[in-house]
């Protein structure tokens, strides 16, 4: 400090005055200072003459504190200072001076300390690494809070909306019985085609996507339910859509195959009763308009399968023509018998219901042939849209594939015959027609027999796996108490469309015809012949020895039914014979050959000579077979067989 | 489609063509062939046109369109030495379209009409073939139904056809000759009526003015 030059300094009042008032144009008015008597007396009221040395220190220390803030105050501020303060060594620019003083220190520090680093030899100036964080604290603060402003904001819009939602449910669900047309179009929507022509929505019920060439239209309208009275309790079963169906196509109907005996006067045909069948039971959930399309597609399917055996009935040409009467097709599989298939279409009139008190029997209707038919159109439909007719090139035209390969692999006759099906469904329908009679003929002329005729027995095994077109049964010829022996009859008959073919255990095959006395005649003429198998069996189980056997005898009075059989057995010893002549009409004979000397009314001759002779088998004697005992004919051959053998005793 | 064997029966002396046919047919009912319906084999003649031909040379080619009423839902076209198509019967409605390349030769159409038998496994057709409205020939054809491949059934064929053609029985077609184990087709078939229908139309040249 000693060293140091002398630095001039140069004060300035601040000659600031208080501002009074800033104008409107921003001119300013300043208090006027204080003058000496203005100031004196106002330091005067600041005196508490009442107090003691200690007020006088408080107040001194106000004072001059105000006297140390107005810096390079005027004359005035001097008296003040000297007036209040109790060191005189203390001029008035002491701390101005003192100040100034420190300030003069620190400048020549630094000025040192500049000059020293300005070398770099013994002090450098080294940058602070200094994190760019504090300073950037302010606007990070600045940031989430305005991002927590923004995200409020969003908070506030979502939770408006989340309660306008929360309130549209609780309403919807607090009218769940009234429900919304839209939301029941969505539901129909999810069951059947819709489409919107112009301001109608339109809907399509028939089978034509599924590959049906019917022309009827099937399209039906939904329309809106309007007429509800919002005052009154909205009901149940409310609905606010309604389908319009065609009037063609109301009510319900259904398809009757049914099968007469006797055929009817001419003048009868067409009068078929329409038996208004219970509706079938909808699901329990379904709403009303399914219930009401439903009813009409199936409508629909019976028309159209009628209208296609209509038509095949009057193209194709049978031996026996069908007659298609109004809503009947009457044709005749057999004579004598009438298959008429006819459709019964009831609509929901209350005149038609009052009609229906006739209920047709059980066994005229089958069900069956009525399933099938749905099953053959539905067959048909879906044939014109297999793999085999579709894709196709677009020259060719619509049909099987193989029958575009025909041309250019040069098919003849058979083998195009063989791709088409001539079958319509009339044919098929009548060809199950008559298996199903065939069979059911069949089977009650098997279970008449086996319930007239006791002995033999008859027993039929029918097959659980049949065709439409074929059956088949095993009937088995038996005598009670003899099934392990006696089991040489078994005939399997295989019932065909028109035909019944017999093979039998021996390897005959015999084709019978659709007469059912055929059939009978045949079994009667094999439990005949059983009998006499029976009689073969037998013998060789008791050791007797067969003579002679033969199924169709030439001798004896001509059965009308197939043939009588015959056969004779001689016992062990050789005593006695066995002759059993048995017949489908002419019934049992049995004669027993007995030694000559048993036999009394022999004439004596002079011829024999030697006793042996007499043991020889001599007449026959008939026996009376009903008086027989034994419960079936085989026992009763049993016995005679062992009263004849002799016992050694 | 068995191996199928076509000859020309020539006409007998001093008998018409339909009596020959008559003879011939009731010799087969003798037989025991039972009558089965009609049988028709008709070929349409047709010749590249001039314009086509340019530079190549000459004459062109000759084509033939023949039908068969065995194979009814087929077309035939065949060339002299050349391949045959088999193809559906829409190939008349191109052959109209290509009325620019193939000209119908005039007076060309040949066919061949007449009653089909059938003998067990051996089926017979006796034709009479006739150009226009006046008959030209008889044409007989055997086929036999099992068997495909030519070389082993030609020994039966000759027999059978020895049994009732007699002395006229031919020999074995041109067809059979190069490939043995081949299997025998329609194609084969159309070839042999092909060839039988030239024949004919060359064996009676008067009437008939030159037909290329």
Redesign the interface.
């Known amino acids: 400090m000693s060293g140091v030059r002398a630095v001039r300094i140069s004060i300035e009042s601040a000659c600031e005055k208080q501002v009074q008032e800033v104008g409107l144009d921003g001119t300013e008015t300043y208090l006027q200072p204080l003058s000496m008597s203005q100031n004196l007396a106002r330091l005067a009221q600041r005196i508490d003459f009442s107090q003691g040395s200690g007020s006088e220190e408080d107040e001194a220390a106000g004072p001059d504190g105000d006297a140390q803030d107005w810096a390079g105050a005027g004359a005035e501020q001097d008296d003040e200072e000297g007036l209040v303060k109790f060191q005189p060594s203390l001029w008035p620019w002491d701390s101005v001076r003192n100040n100034l003083r420190s300030a003069l220190t620190e400048m020549c520090v630094l000025y040192d300390v500049l000059s020293i680093v300005r070398d770099k030899k013994f002090m450098t100036l080294d940058p602070v690494s200094q994190d760019a964080l504090p300073p950037k604290q302010s606007p990070q603060t600045l940031q989430l809070i305005s991002k927590k402003k923004s995200l409020a904001g969003a908070a506030q819009i979502l939770l408006k909306g989340a309660e306008r939602l929360t309130k549209s449910v609780t309403e919807n669900q607090e009218n769940k019985l009234q429900r919304d047309f839209n939301s029941e179009l969505l539901r129909l929507r999810q069951h059947w085609k819709l489409r919107k022509v112009g301001d109608k929505i339109l809907g399509d019920l028939s089978y034509r996507s599924a590959g049906s060439l019917f022309p009827h239209h099937g399209t039906f309208e939904v329309i809106k339910n309007t007429d509800i009275d919002l005052d009154k309790k909205i009901p149940e079963d409310y609905c606010p859509l309604d389908v319009q169906i065609p009037s063609d196509l109301e009510g319900s109907a259904y398809i009757k195959v049914s099968i007469q005996k006797q055929a009817p006067d001419i003048g009868d045909l067409g009068t078929v009763n329409l038996f208004k069948r219970p509706l079938p039971k909808s699901k329990p959930g379904s709403p009303h308009w399914q219930t009401k399309l439903e009813a009409a597609q199936n409508v629909l399917l019976c028309k159209e399968i009628f209208a296609q055996l209509s038509r095949e009935a009057v193209q194709i040409k049978s031996q026996i023509p069908h007659i298609v009467v109004k809503n009947q097709i009457i044709s005749q599989p057999f004579p004598s018998l009438q298959l008429s298939i006819s459709l019964c279409h009831s609509s929901n009139d209350k005149k038609s219901q009052k009609c229906a008190t006739e209920k047709p029997g059980p066994e005229d209707h089958l069900y069956v042939l009525e399933h099938n038919l749905h099953l053959l159109i539905r067959e048909f439909h879906k044939q014109t849209l297999s793999s085999i007719v579709m894709p196709h090139p677009a020259?060719a035209p619509f049909g099987h594939k193989r029958?575009?390969l025909?041309?250019?692999?040069?098919?003849?006759?058979n083998e195009?015959n063989s791709i088409q099906s001539t079958e319509g469904l009339l044919e098929k329908i009548i060809k199950q027609a008559k298996h199903i009679f065939l069979r059911s003929r069949t089977a009650a002329t098997i279970d008449s027999l086996a319930s007239r005729i006791e002995d033999p027995q008859i027993q039929a095994h029918w097959s659980n796996i049949n065709d439409v077109y074929e059956s088949s049964v095993k009937v088995l010829i038996t005598s009670q108490g003899y099934e392990q022996i006696c089991k040489s009859i078994q005939l399997q008959l295989n019932i065909g469309v028109e035909q019944v073919r017999v093979v039998h255990r021996d390897g005959r095959v015999i084709t019978l015809s659709h007469q059912e006395q055929e059939l009978q005649d045949f079994l009667l003429s094999q439990m005949s012949q059983h009998q006499v198998h029976a009689v073969q069996q037998l013998a060789k189980v008791m050791g007797w020895q067969v003579l002679s056997f033969s199924n169709h005898v030439g001798l004896g009075p001509i059965e009308s039914i197939g043939n009588a059989s015959a056969i004779t057995v001689a016992s062990p010893s050789g005593d006695y014979a066995i002759s059993v002549r048995n017949g489908p009409e002419s019934g049992s004979k049995i004669m027993v050959q007995f030694p000559r000397n048993q036999c009394k009314d022999l004439p004596k001759s002079d011829v024999l000579q030697d006793s042996k002779w007499s043991h020889l088998r001599g007449p026959f004697k008939e026996v009376q077979w009903n008086k027989m005992e034994g419960r079936n004919f085989v026992y009763k051959m049993e016995l005679l067989m062992s009263a004849l053998s002799p016992c050694l005793l | 489609m068995g191996v199928t064997c076509v000859s020309q029966m020539p006409v007998a002396e001093g008998k018409s063509v339909q009596q020959t046919v008559e003879l011939l047919t009731r010799k087969l009912e003798m037989l025991g062939a039972e009558k089965q319906g009609t049988f028709c084999v008709d070929c349409e003649t047709y010749h590249t046109a001039a314009s086509t031909l340019g530079s190549q040379g000459q004459a062109g080619k000759l084509m033939y369109v023949m039908h068969n009423s065995e194979y009814p839902l087929s077309c035939f076209a065949l060339f002299e030495n050349g391949p045959c198509l088999i193809a559906d019967t829409n190939f008349d409605v191109l052959m109209v379209k290509l009325k620019g390349f193939f000209q119908s030769a005039k007076a060309s159409k040949i066919e061949t009409r007449g009653t089909r038998y059938q003998y067990c496994d051996f089926l017979v057709k006796v034709g009479t073939v006739t150009m226009g409205p006046s008959a030209r020939g008889i044409s007989v054809e055997v086929e036999y139904g099992p068997c495909v491949v030519a070389s082993d059934c030609w020994s039966l064929l000759l027999e059978f056809l020895q049994s009732f053609l007699g002395s006229h029985t031919p020999g074995p077609p041109t067809v059979f000759g190069n490939r043995h184990d081949a299997v025998y087709g329609p194609a084969d078939t159309m070839i042999q009526y092909m060839e039988l229908f030239n024949k004919i139309r060359k064996q009676q040249q008067v009437p008939v003015a030159g037909i290329r």
């Open positions: 020259s029958m575009r025909s041309g250019p692999q040069a098919f003849d006759k195009i």
